[in-house]
């Protein structure tokens, strides 16, 4: 692991925030829940402590307004968990509410990505500020996962690698798409929204915000702000967004979905406590996976958004939230057929049936991992040592051609058990 930490020397820690705006036009109704469900998850799932994970929601008493999401708060939160950071600890910020689109200040020519803390003071991707600055302070060999269950997500950390995007194809959805409530607020209703309290007759939202928050407003809309640079290379920051910057999450009622769940929800956030509890406990998870499993999950639901992941590529195939520390023992069985799969002959057939499923070199036969069994990639994490194979994502391999490579797969499987 990172930093060579034993779970007893590493620190977990998580923000972890949930906004319905309450009693507003703009209300939603599964970001509580999703903050909630994820604290759970994160406690019975991840070996995270109580004492270190802080929920902000906007129903906090009025007697706790620390607790209460507004810009500054999950501002000093963020600060103040990379503050305690060490190399090898493991950062987690999970947002749930409403996103939004910031028009472009020169020298930039498209809008930027923000979230819509309950206050309205925006948090946003802009290059060198919030959580960009806040990545670039994270210590080497640490980690910062960032998943945003909000619309317009893809993006918040400014120059992050694109893992998987607007540039990866995925099948059309399978199911008759839901009607449910869009996580999304035009920068126009922003604006409306912070000008009824302003009392400013201003279109300019910097305007506004400098108006209401002073400090305490994103130094992007600061006119005195000077950019920071930036870090150069990979940085330890990973984002996973409900959906691409040009989209939508949705917000789901309890029948949305066909299930009888019982409470309001996000459509990513629900994804992704799925597939990590399909999971066995224990079993490793890669970013890449779980974006993957939740792409998949939300196709069958019918709905139109793609979560996306933007970090290193070396980041994008660790496990999602480092853990566990070590992968979980194999039974005895499973054992003995990953040391038959290892054999040089075992692999030579499994590389070429991908080579005729797939029609490319057999060196380049290395498959997305998550698409095929825990004994199948265990085999391929050593053919692809062995082989220096490049990577074809399940994303860019249309379905039959898939189904083609696992038929293979199995056949291989099957051949080396009877030898």
Excluded at 119 to 141: C, K, M, Q, W, Y
Excluded at 198 to 219: C, K, Q, R, Y
Excluded at 350 to 377: H, T
């Amino acid at each position: 692991m990172d930093g060579g930490k034993s779970q007893q020397q590493q620190k977990r820690l998580a923000v972890l925030v949930g906004c319905n705006y309450e009693h507003t036009r703009f209300q939603l109704s599964g970001c509580i829940n999703d903050a909630r469900s994820m604290r759970h998850l994160l406690l019975s799932r991840f070996a995270f402590s109580p004492d270190d994970v802080l929920l902000l929601t906007d129903d906090a008493v009025a007697d706790s307004p620390r607790l209460l999401p507004t810009g500054a708060n999950i501002r000093s939160a963020l600060a103040a968990m990379v503050d305690r950071a060490a190399p090898g600890d493991v950062l987690f910020f999970h947002y749930s509410g409403h996103g939004t689109l910031v028009d472009p200040v020169w020298p930039l020519n498209h809008r930027e990505e923000a979230i819509v803390p309950c206050d309205f003071n925006l948090i946003t991707g802009a290059p060198h500020v919030d959580f960009r600055e806040l990545v670039n302070r994270v210590p080497s060999g640490a980690t910062f996962t960032i998943v945003s269950d909000s619309c317009h997500s893809g993006g918040l950390i400014d120059h992050e690698k694109e893992q998987i995007g607007p540039s990866s194809t995925v099948a059309a959805a399978t199911a008759s798409p839901p009607s449910p409530t869009s996580r999304t607020l035009p920068l126009e209703s922003v604006v409306h929204h912070l000008a009824a309290l302003s009392n400013l007759a201003s279109p300019n939202i910097a305007d506004h915000l400098v108006e209401l928050f002073g400090t305490e407003a994103s130094a992007k809309f600061a006119s005195s702000h000077v950019a920071a640079p930036r870090r150069r290379g990979d940085d330890e920051g990973i984002l996973l967004s409900g959906c691409q910057t040009n989209e939508t999450s949705a917000d789901m009622e309890p029948e949305a979905d066909g299930e009888a769940s019982g409470e309001a929800y996000g459509a990513f956030t629900g994804a992704i406590r799925r597939v990590l509890l399909q999971r066995k406990e224990g079993e490793v998870v890669s970013n890449r996976e779980l974006v993957m499993g939740a792409r998949r999950l939300l196709r069958t639901q019918g709905l139109s958004q793609h979560p996306c992941l933007y970090c290193s590529d070396v980041n994008a195939e660790k496990p999602f939230l480092m853990w566990p520390l070590t992968p979980a023992p194999a039974p005895a069985e499973e054992k003995q057929k990953q040391g038959t799969h290892a054999s040089s002959t075992g692999i030579e057939t499994i590389l070429n049936n991908f080579k005729k499923a797939y029609g490319v070199a057999s060196s380049e036969a290395y498959v997305e991992l998550c698409s095929f069994p825990v004994i199948f990639r265990n085999n391929m994490l050593q053919v692809a040592k062995a082989h220096s194979c490049c990577t074809v994502t399940a994303s860019q391999v249309p379905d039959e051609l898939l189904e083609q490579a696992k038929e293979a797969a199995k056949a291989a499987l099957d051949e080396m058990d009877s030898d």
